[in-house]
């Protein structure tokens, strides 16, 4: 009586799909609200990895922008130019940008976003000459180093002020830290919690359809054809809770982005940043596979039936 | 050769328990020291009094039991030496009905049907007819949508034999299949199970009702207290239709 085995293969795999997805009709609210349980789980380490990585982007720019900013008195052009060439010219320094007066107002004007209008109204006075210095990775990242050269400069005749950066990068950098943290902490807790609340669904089923599986092992299913719907089953809502949440988490960014994008700029940070495509589909396949290792947990019990 | 396929070889029982024990209280057996043959085709009682060890001889023919000692075969194979999945194929072979029918009572008759038939492998459209076919040979034609926890007990057991006969067993294993029905309906099933015993299915009949085995007579195995003590002998046709028993004789 039995097909073909390439379509017993088939017709198994649509039996097992078919009972999985009736599992989850058979007890539509208990399936509902632990998966509006997840995904507000999953929305909450979405967030967090939202704000994280916002975080790193503001770090990028001001770090990206240049570790060094020398800022001049009233100088020539020619001392200008010197003073470029010289400070071109140091072990370490891998590029040097020079800000007249008319781009450094342009830069503040756009740095202010919607409030632009307002840098443009100030007079070009008020924007002294400036040295964007890029450094090396190397000596960026040598405190003592970046702080001699600092120093060094400050004392050539026509540099009104050398800003190195340090009290941003240390507050900027601790709250990367803080927030990279947290949206690591948050996506472990989620995932315990996506384990948990799915073991504890699937767990219900199983003791819902207790006879249902004696039976089918009655009438010769193997242990795969009993377990696997259920294993689907978790799967399934672990991967619709994430997608519930990431939905939810573009419809709060597009209200951010209404509320604040127009004063991030202000901020150096350019636009809010959203979550990449590849992070989407990577974090509704982790969803799936913690709904998996729920499940499968929940149906160790099984080995006892 | 495949487990499941009928051996080509007559000589081969298709079910051999030898020196069989089963314990589950080391002082008190289930079963103790058990061997017999079944052949193809026959019709088997196993009676014994409550607590003989009727339902576990019954689960250890349909393999959801091991023997604690001795060897079962199926099919002239060793259950022991085969894999899980194996054994779960050879379920595959075997129909069970209980006496109370272990039906899912949330679930609609075709459905509880269909169990027998999904784990086959075999297309929803085959399911579909073998279930109205089926369901035709046990008299409930029109009951496929019903839910089964809504029948009653004679109509429940009906859908629980048509679940055992949907994949064509070779073999069919009935606890008590009318130890909970009214005399009508206890006929009715008494009667399928001859009629499918007659199409060539070996049935075995586990029942302590001694009315029933006198009234439709057929090899009879005793147990008492795990023990063989009683076995009728076989009868010339293994068709299991009519021929007078010939009585018990104690064995052992």
């Known amino acids: 009586m039995e097909a073909k085995p390439t379509g017993q293969f088939i017709y198994r795999a649509a039996h097992i799909l078919l009972r999985a997805t009736g599992g989850i009709r058979r007890r539509p609210w208990l399936h509902l609200l632990s998966t509006l349980t997840l995904a507000a789980a999953f929305l909450s380490f979405a967030a967090t990895l939202t704000v994280a990585r916002n975080l790193n982007h503001l770090i990028d720019r001001w770090v990206g922008n240049s570790e060094m900013t020398v800022y001049l008195k009233d100088t020539s052009t020619a001392d200008l130019e010197r003073l470029r060439n010289a400070i071109a010219a140091i072990d370490g320094v891998e590029r040097v940008e020079v800000i007249r007066p008319s781009a450094a107002r342009q830069n503040f004007a756009r740095d202010l976003g919607a409030f632009g209008d307002l840098g443009a109204t100030l007079p070009e006075a008020a924007f002294p000459a400036s040295i964007d210095i890029h450094l090396s990775r190397r000596l960026a990242d040598n405190d003592r180093e970046r702080h001699a050269l600092s120093a060094r400069l400050s004392k050539v005749h026509m540099v009104e002020e050398v800003e190195v950066y340090d009290d941003w990068f ?15 902490g948050l996506g472990i807790l989620a995932a315990i919690v996506a ?4 073991a504890a669904t699937v767990r219900t089923g199983v003791a819902a359809r207790r006879k249902e599986i004696a039976v089918l092992r009655l009438v010769g299913a193997t242990e795969t054809y009993v377990r696997t719907p259920f294993l689907i089953e978790g799967g399934i809502e672990a991967a ?18 209404a509320v604040v994008g127009g004063i991030m700029p202000l901020l150096g ?11 989407l589909l990577f974090m509704v396949v982790g969803g799936l596979l913690a709904g998996l290792v729920g499940a499968r947990l929940s149906l160790r019990r099984l080995e006892e039936a | 050769m495949p487990i499941t396929k009928p051996s080509t070889n007559s000589d081969i029982p298709l079910i051999r328990l030898e020196r069989v024990s089963r314990f589950f209280r080391p002082d008190k057996p ?10 193809r085709g026959e019709f088997l009682y196993i009676t014994g009094a409550s607590g003989a060890g009727k339902s576990t001889l019954l689960k250890l023919i349909h393999l959801s039991e091991p023997p604690d000692t001795g060897a079962v075969f199926v099919n002239g194979h060793d259950v022991a030496t085969l894999r899980a999945g194996a054994v779960s194929v050879l379920r595959r072979s075997m129909g069970v009905v209980f006496q109370d029918f272990h039906l899912i009572g949330d679930l609609t008759v075709g459905a509880n049907i269909g169990l027998s038939l999904e784990v086959l492998g075999v297309s ?14 046990v008299g409930l034609e029109d009951m496929e949508d019903e839910i ?16 055992a006969l949907a994949p064509r067993p070779q073999l069919i294993l009935a606890d008590e299949p009318t130890g909970s029905l009214d005399a009508y309906s206890a006929d009715f099933i008494l009667d399928l199970l001859e009629t499918v015993n007659g199409n060539g299915a070996t049935v075995v009949v586990a029942t302590h009702d001694r009315m029933l085995m006198a009234a439709r007579p057929h090899r009879i195995l005793a147990l008492d207290a795990g023990r063989l003590v009683g076995m009728s002998p076989r009868q010339k046709a293994a068709s299991g239709h009519g021929q007078p028993d010939a009585g018990v004789k104690e064995v052992g």
């Not at chain 1, 940070?269 to 992070?279: F, K, P, V, Y």
């Not at chain 2, 289930?30 to 052949?39: C, G, M, Q």
């Not at chain 2, 929803?124 to 040979?137: M, T």
């Open chain 1, 269 to 279: 940070g350019g636009r809010i940043l959203r979550l990449e495509s590849t992070w």
């Open chain 2, 124 to 137: 929803p459209s085959f399911i579909a007819r073998r279930i109205r076919e089926v369901l035709a040979e």
């Open chain 2, 148 to 163: 089964a926890g809504s029948l009653s007990g004679g109509e429940q057991q009906r859908v629980a034999v048509a679940r």
């Open chain 1, 195 to 198: 384990i948990l609340v799915v």
């Open chain 2, 30 to 39: 289930a079963l103790f020291d058990v061997s017999f043959d079944i052949a």
């Open chain 1, 240 to 257: 619709i809770a994430m997608g519930i949440a990431l939905f939810c988490l573009q419809q709060m960014m597009n209200h951010v982005d």
């Open chain 1, 170 to 184: 240390k507050r900027l950098s601790a709250m990367s830290t803080m927030g990279r943290t947290a949206s690591w």
